[in-house]
């Protein structure tokens, strides 16, 4: 029986880009070498690096301004890269406080300068995006930071803040990165981890205006430096080849798919039917504040938490893995990432009208 696996990260891969990974591993395109193999500066890698970026670019719409970068640390490795390049000596940062992730930026941001947080929805548990229209943003602001998509809360930004004329905003897209079109002129930098919504963990994918990264603090080490990204183009060192090649393959079959227009059409329709089915029960329960729902990560609960267990288990035997709530948060949690076919949302509806008529 296939299982549909709804973890958060690292997360689903799509059946067909798995298949060509495996037929590729010993023996890439005939030379005899498994694509782990190779040298990163051989033509047989140099050619996976650039139609990576190229699929990248092209998925975006970027245009020549931005540069596509591949670095080493995952997502919580910006969250000081950020501050260490952007944030002047006694500078001061905006940031909104949307949920764990975002304290945790916020967190490392505070060794480098001082954190004004714009808006926070602490208070009502991340139930919701800090309203905009209360936000407190400082005077001289060295850049703006968000994070788009709220994984362990399950809530995501409907629409982006508006830009202030010379403070750069920078999202953390972690987990909805690529999951539907976006403006990247609306942003300086937009970045994420990609074992959530682009494949392998280890990487994160950061695509930056060049213009930016040309005015960030020079005394950092090398590696540290997001010019040193764009000037080696990843290379500075060796990248981790495994996982820009797993980006290749599956921005090859977004690609494939259509674009992000086609992709973000797809995940409208698996999260709303999710939703639909949370609004008119009983039995389960959205804590997330209705306009604030992600599309991602469809969060929620039921009667009490001995339910909730067995509903895991169940889900489990099913063939439904990965449903368990962060451990902060409890409750029940379905990450409906791209790979995630309809399929496996409407197996797990089906699961959860059973579960209700069952135990209701
Ligand atoms: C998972 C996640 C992170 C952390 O990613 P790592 O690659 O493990 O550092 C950061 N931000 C968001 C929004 C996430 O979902």
């Not at 797809?266 to 604030?292: C, H």
Request: with cysteine; charged share 20%; hydrophobic share 40%.
């Amino acid at each position: 029986m296939k299982v549909y696996n709804f973890s958060a990260g690292p997360a689903m891969l799509p059946e067909e880009v798995m298949l060509k990974a495996q037929e590729e591993f010993c023996d890439y395109h005939g030379t005899r070498c498994g694509i782990m193999e190779l040298s990163h500066r051989g033509p047989e890698f140099m050619e996976v690096l650039a139609t990576a970026k190229q699929n990248i670019c092209d998925l975006m719409k970027l245009g020549d301004d931005y540069a596509v970068c591949f670095i080493q640390g995952g997502a919580s490795m910006q969250f000081c890269m950020i501050p260490m390049n952007f944030m002047p000596a006694g500078g001061v940062a905006d940031y909104a406080d949307s949920g764990t992730w975002s304290a945790n930026a916020i967190k490392e941001a505070r060794r480098f300068g001082t954190v004004n947080i714009v808006g926070s929805s602490k208070e009502t548990n991340y139930d919701r995006i800090p309203l905009v229209r209360h936000w407190k943003p400082s005077e001289n602001a060295a850049y703006l930071h968000i994070t788009s998509n709220n994984t362990i809360a399950g809530t995501q930004y409907h629409t982006f803040p508006p830009v202030k004329e010379g403070v750069p905003m920078i999202a953390d897209m972690s987990s909805d990165f690529m999951s539907r079109v976006i403006d990247i002129n609306e942003f300086g930098m937009v970045y994420g981890g990609a074992q959530k919504n682009l494949g392998p963990s280890g990487v994160a994918l950061v695509i930056i205006r060049k213009d930016l990264a040309a005015r960030a603090n020079s005394d950092l080490p090398t590696m540290l430096r997001y010019s040193t990204y764009i000037e080696k183009d990843s290379m500075f060192n060796t990248p981790p080849t495994f996982a820009i090649y797993m980006l290749k393959l599956i921005t090859d079959w977004m690609k494939a798919k259509g674009g992000l227009a086609v992709i973000e059409e797809i995940n409208n329709t698996k999260s709303e039917a999710l939703y639909e089915l949370l609004d008119r029960s009983d039995f389960y329960r959205s804590p997330v504040s209705p306009g604030s729902r992600s599309k991602m990560n469809v969060v929620f609960r039921l009667p009490s938490e001995e339910l909730e267990a067995t509903f895991v288990k169940e889900a489990t035997q099913n063939g439904m893995t990965g449903l368990k709530g962060h451990r902060s948060v409890g409750g029940i949690r379905a990450s409906i990432y791209n790979a995630m076919p309809i399929a496996g949302v409407e197996a797990l509806i089906d699961f959860m009208i059973q579960f209700e008529k069952a135990n209701g």
